[in-house]
């Protein structure tokens, strides 16, 4: 006898969960280890067990869920869109990370709070799906967990997949399981991906008709949080001098900006380069680039001076405050394999944006931003050095077009959104 794909899909699904309620024991220790190396937080890691830290709030809740921090921090728009329709909604975002916790409790919205995305075993998505009972589910960007979707899906709440991006590399992946994921799939009430790329790769996955093409969410985003007086207080330190940031830098990113940095040192220029890693815990490997440029360290109380021509900005939550002291922003993760960063972010505190050639992470945002001529190539030293002399205002006339364009879709998704939350 042929079993039918769905079925054997189904099949998958079940044998999925036994697996992983076998390991159930085995992950309080696991976490706790994670937690003694401070890769968890040392108060909420339990939420990762479904054991929320939260009362749930009175009235309907949205769940939405976003794996890192450029994921969560792109949520904002929607809240802000589904609130300005409803106002009395409430919201739950869950992510995996530490970063993304720490970052977005810093730029809350509203009605809205945060918890980690339980792990993926029957006993703690039952614990989580019991206490908040979600009204509506959302899914964003491509990771979806197959244990608590198909529990979501038997407690009849509805589900959408939305900001969907799929890499050609995640594709073949996920192919390999191909009926799993159209099994999957089929329980979403909703799918919308950012691209005509993903939208192609999820229909294969699926086997749906009806993926829609949203466009990314990051355009809609409110600016990031930042303090006035921090902003003030840097920029008297710094005096009259122009910033620039290499802003979530990489290796590859930070090597590029402090050539050119070097250079406009040698002619006599006055910039200062303010340095944000992606990860901030690479403070060492950094300095030991610095060699031969005065520098101050941020998470060690240094404040620039007259002299600083690198200032290391090695702490968290505080892009929105380099974002805001900054003329220009070069966009990190687009000279390496991390291929690209978030740049809508630089561009939303009036910053003009510059990248290097691979940013397959975000394709499609920055062929948009490219060709309103809101961000500008530099895939050479040279490049960035003569964008660094063009006026700041650079591209946010293109931006705001864009913005306007995109206003449309979001409209369209909200709408949908909402008819499956009734008041």
Excluded at 22 to 33: D, S
Excluded at 217 to 233: D, G, R, T, V
Excluded at 267 to 287: K, V
Aim: with cysteine; hydrophobic share 40%.
């Amino acid at each position: 006898m042929t079993l039918r794909p769905n079925l054997l899909g189904q099949i998958g699904l079940a044998i999925y969960q036994g697996a992983t309620a076998l390991i159930t024991p085995l992950l309080p220790w696991h976490l706790k280890r994670r937690q003694n190396r401070g890769k968890e937080h040392p108060k909420r890691w339990r939420e990762k067990l479904g054991q929320a830290s939260k009362p749930r709030p009175e009235g309907q809740v949205i769940w939405i869920n976003a794996v890192g921090l450029g994921e969560v921090m792109a949520l904002r728009g929607l809240i802000a869109a589904l609130q300005a329709a409803r106002p009395e909604l409430n919201f739950l975002v869950t992510s995996s990370t530490l970063a993304s916790a720490e970052t977005f409790e810093k730029n809350l919205p509203p009605r809205t709070l945060h918890q980690f995305l339980p792990l993926d075993t029957p006993l703690y998505t039952k614990r989580f799906l019991d206490h908040w009972q979600p009204n509506l589910a959302l899914w964003s960007e491509q990771d979806i967990w197959p244990g608590i979707v198909t529990q979501a899906a038997r407690r009849r709440i509805p589900q959408a997949l939305i900001n969907l991006r799929m890499a050609p590399a995640s594709f073949r992946r996920k192919r390999m399981a191909r009926l799993l994921f159209r099994a999957l799939y089929q329980k979403f009430d909703l799918i919308s991906a950012q691209d005509a790329q993903s939208a192609a790769a999820v229909t294969d996955l699926s086997q749906r008709q009806d993926i829609q093409i949203g466009g990314s969410l990051k355009p809609h985003c409110p600016p990031l949080a930042y303090k006035a007086s921090a902003q003030q207080e840097f920029l008297e330190q710094v005096g009259q001098r122009p910033i620039w940031l290499a802003a979530s830098c990489h290796a590859a990113d930070e090597d590029i900006a402090l050539q050119v940095q070097r250079q406009l040192v040698e002619e006599g220029g006055s910039q200062l380069l303010i340095l944000a890693p992606r990860f901030p815990d690479r403070r060492d490997e950094i300095l030991a680039k610095l060699a031969g440029l005065p520098h101050a360290q941020r998470s060690r109380g240094e404040t620039p001076n007259a002299q600083t021509q690198v200032y290391l900005a090695d702490t968290f939550s505080e892009m929105g405050l380099w974002y805001a002291c900054s003329a220009h922003a070069l966009i990190g993760g687009s000279f390496c394999d991390v291929e690209g960063h978030n740049p809508w972010e630089a561009l939303q505190l009036g910053c003009a944006v510059m990248h290097g050639p691979r940013v397959a992470n975000f394709a499609a945002d920055y062929a948009a931003l490219n060709a309103a001529q809101a961000a500008r190539p530099t895939p050479r030293a040279e490049d960035l050095y003569a964008a660094l002399q063009a006026p700041a205002a650079h591209g946010l006339a293109g931006f705001e077009r864009l913005q306007t364009q995109y206003r449309a879709k979001l409209n369209d998704l909200t709408d949908q959104l909402l008819e499956r939350v009734r008041p």
